[in-house]
């Protein structure tokens, strides 16, 4: 009996030990495990786990944290974040408990300060220093989660495709297009110049051609070349040529007799998008599509398509504020999808050699340009698309900001010290505290805080005579508690939810708001008077903020169309 005793006394102790040894190795834990948000948990982090940018570290850990919710468009979209990062926030600080571990003890509910009606889904958080130049992550650079009680990850299901193959079935010509009828809708091809041609997909029948927020160049009437085989449909251009072989329905994609893209299935439906795909030779590089960090030749990687912010992001990350959906690749093309809808690149990331573009919805549309090299393909874009007004001479220069400015006294004495000390300044930049005394509750206010800043005027001209040009930033969100809010409300030029009123996002980090539906003539207009009393005392740019737009819920409605529809114009 003591013998069996003891066995299973040693047993039991092993099973402690490695047990213990797995938590300890955890980067992160909570107690208790997927708790309830009414309930009091206490986490606990490790600082010589993840990317072990705290290990050792010898003073004050303080934690960022935020929620995830129902309404999160993925993992990264805090909602409620809480904490002051980069300074010695006191309701963040952790408390050092040994051996590089730390924890804190709070109860979601209260701390985060969720209404109620919200489905809280995890809590996700980083760890960090006191000025934020040291950032606790996981080990691939990721915030860390942790489930609430019932919490279950969606298992994403394998996308079906909803045809296989398209059937020939005819063409026509007309004005210098070209329409090619198949058993899955018509296929456009419109000449813009002699090396820019449009290609769009009309599944039901052809009405007219998609319009356009992105081009502002009219197409030339430029009338190809076309002859015809019992295989093959060719037409030319000077510096493209479309070979279209009819069984299986396949279009190519030529410059002076030499392949540089090919279709693989070309456009589809499929139950999870709309899109096209195409195939890439070997060793072709692909550049552009936007802001990421994640090096210049993108090829094997997922590009997301949706504008967005990634605060704090590391080397590797992807999406970073502005996307544009145009790759140029090393064969001398540039392909632009001119669709503004959420959606991604699949840069070839499965290693099958595809190309794919995909959204939820919107015109299914791309534009081709070939160029002798990336110069002249970039010229030729910008012709498509627009170019960039020339900016003023001294905007050009050293644009002074910091997050953030809080009083006129601070500025003054920030602008005198640096030209006191012969450092070069141009201009001014003042964040959110021009027009509040807190990050939260003040968006849309679009007037100076007297408190801080009593004679704002006056220190416009001021730094003016110095040589100081005077910028403020702008966002086109308005919190619900102002006066502003009321107004634009009444005149409705807020975005609205499915019935018509303004919609009120709850869960904006700077506090219960609303977004200007800036697609509105009236609200440009509204916007525009707002601004010029900024420039009528002497404000000579604008700085604009959160205009991706950072809280886009997709149930929002614009004039133009759903939120995912028009988040990318």
């Not at 834990?29 to 600082?47: G, K, M, N, W």
């Not at 970073?320 to 090393?330: A, E, G, V």
């Not at 400015?405 to 601070?410: G, S, V």
């Amino acid at each position: 009996m003591i013998l069996r005793f003891n066995f299973i006394f040693f047993i039991l102790l092993i099973f402690a030990f490695y047990f213990a040894q797995g938590i300890q190795a955890q980067t992160l834990r909570v107690i208790p495990q997927q708790p309830l948000p009414s309930e009091s948990v206490t986490i606990i982090y490790d600082a010589t786990q993840g990317n072990a940018a705290l290990k050792d570290f010898d003073g004050t850990v303080y934690f960022h944290t935020g929620i995830i919710t129902d309404a999160s468009r993925d993992e990264k979209d805090w909602k409620f974040a809480t904490g002051d990062w980069g300074k010695a926030d006191k309701k963040m600080a952790m408390t050092a408990v040994g051996d590089n571990l730390y924890q804190a003890t709070f109860v979601p509910n209260d701390f985060y300060s969720i209404p109620e009606g919200i489905k809280t889904l995890q809590m996700a958080f980083v760890f960090r220093n006191e000025d934020g130049s040291k950032v606790g992550k996981s080990a691939k650079n990721t915030d860390f989660y942790l489930p609430f009680k019932g919490f279950v990850a969606v298992e994403k299901k394998a996308p079906t495709y909803l045809f296989n193959n398209k059937i020939y079935k005819g063409f026509t010509q007309k004005e210098g297009c070209v329409f090619v009828e198949t058993s899955e809708g018509m296929i456009a091809f419109r000449p813009f110049t002699d090396s820019i041609i449009e290609v769009s997909w009309h599944p039901q029948k052809f009405e007219d051609f998609y319009p356009s927020h992105a081009v502002i160049l009219k197409p030339a009437v430029i009338e190809p070349v076309v002859s015809e085989t019992p295989s093959m449909l060719i037409f030319d251009l000077k510096g493209i040529q479309v070979l279209i072989q009819k069984n299986p329905f396949t279009i190519s994609y030529l410059t002076n007799g030499q392949a540089f893209l090919k279709e693989e299935k070309g456009f589809f439906k499929r139950s999870d998008a709309t899109g096209m795909r195409f195939k890439l030779e070997v060793g072709e590089k692909l550049y552009g599509s936007g802001g990421r960090a994640s090096g210049l030749n993108l090829r094997g990687q997922m590009l997301g398509l949706y504008n967005r912010p990634d605060y704090n992001y590391e080397f590797g990350a992807n999406n970073l504020n502005y996307m544009i959906p145009t790759l140029l690749s090393s064969e001398n093309y540039m392909l632009f999808v001119d669709n503004p809808s959420k959606g991604w690149f699949d840069a070839d990331s499965k290693g099958d050699g595809v190309l794919e573009f995909a959204a939820e919805s919107g015109p299914m549309r791309y534009f081709l340009i070939t160029g002798q090299n990336p110069a002249a393909i970039l010229k030729q874009y910008a012709s498509l698309t627009g170019k960039q007004p020339m900016l003023p001479r001294w905007a050009y220069g050293n644009l002074q900001s910091r997050m953030a400015y809080r009083t006129q006294a601070e500025t003054e004495a920030i602008v005198d010290s640096m030209i006191a000390k012969d450092f070069p300044i141009d201009a001014i930049i003042l964040d959110f505290y021009w027009f509040g005394d807190s990050i939260l509750g003040h968006l849309g206010r679009l007037d100076w805080w007297k408190p801080s800043w009593p004679e704002p005027e006056k220190m416009i001209q001021k730094f003016k005579s110095k040589g100081v040009r005077t910028i403020t930033i702008s966002e086109p969100y308005i919190i619900d508690s102002l006066a502003n809010w009321r107004e634009a409300d009444a005149l409705g030029i807020l975005v609205t939810d499915s019935i018509g009123n303004s919609y009120v996002d709850q869960q904006f980090y700077f506090g219960p708001g609303s977004l200007i539906d800036i697609f509105k003539p009236e609200a440009q207009d509204w916007l525009w008077k707002q601004y010029r009393k900024q420039f009528d005392i002497g404000v000579e740019g604008l700085w604009g903020d959160l205009g991706e737009p950072e809280s886009h819920p997709a149930d929002i409605h614009h004039v133009w169309g759903k939120a995912n529809e028009v988040h990318n114009i």
